[in-house]
Nanobody, 115 residues
Framework: VQLQASGGGLVQPGGSLRLSCAGS????????MGWYRQAPGKQRELVAR???????NYADSVKGRFTISRDNARNTVYLQMNSLKPDDTAVYYC??????????WGQGTKVTVSS
């Protein structure tokens, strides 16, 4: 089972990025998928999560700016990030969770918001 995250980069404050996480090796449609981030010197935190039935939840800090979505036919989850702020700078990781045993992480993609 593999998760491949992509789409990170350098963007100016107020800009947008879309992260993608493509899964392989299992049927991800039954998994809850999430995006987490870890800034330097801080703990990893949940950014957004989408369940198998499409229910979403977001960290308060990104509500109204970020949107998580999934394409089960492509085994892919997306994170559309708008109105980016310097505080959004972090390494973003995707996660697929079904059970404690079936819990997988991608390699991370770096997002830097700076002028």
């Amino acid at each position: 089972v593999q998760l491949q995250a992509s789409g990170g980069g350098l963007v100016q404050p107020g800009g947008s990025l879309r992260l993608s996480c493509a899964g392989s090796g299992t049927i991800f449609s039954i998994f809850a998928m999430g995006w987490y981030r870890q800034a330097p010197g801080k703990q990893r935190e949940l950014v957004a999560r989408i369940t198998s039935d499409g229910t979403t939840n977001y960290a308060d800090s990104v509500k109204g700016r970020f949107t998580i979505s999934r394409d089960n036919a492509r085994n892919t989850v997306y994170l559309q990030m708008n109105s980016l702020k310097p505080d959004d700078t972090a390494v973003y990781y995707c996660n697929a969770h079904l059970t404690l045993k079936n819990d997988y992480w991608g390699q991370g993609t770096k997002v830097t918001v700076s002028s």
